[in-house]
């Protein structure tokens, strides 16, 4: 097993209440190669509510779209169109 975290395999951020996000990547050796994003979201302040999600690629690319357009409506009134036109 392989977990990466931090540029460019991964990312790490510390957010504004403290929690720390990793964002990584996870690959078995089997047969069949098994590939997972990882993201290990740290606990609160008081140490309580550690995560750890292990998500397909699909997945990690749905709650990406997710997160980008919440993002944007917050940051700009509403969702942004991304990539080629």
Known sequence: MLERSGSPEGAALTTKCGRQIAVG???LSAPTPIGRVTLRVGPDG????????????????????ALL???????????RRRGPR
């Open 46 to 65: 008081s140490g309580r509510g550690e995560a750890w999600l292990s998500l397909t690629p699909t997945e990690a690319n749905d709650l990406a779209r």
């Open 25 to 27: 990547r996870m690959q």
């Open 69 to 79: 357009a919440q993002g944007d409506v917050l940051a700009f009134g509403a969702v």
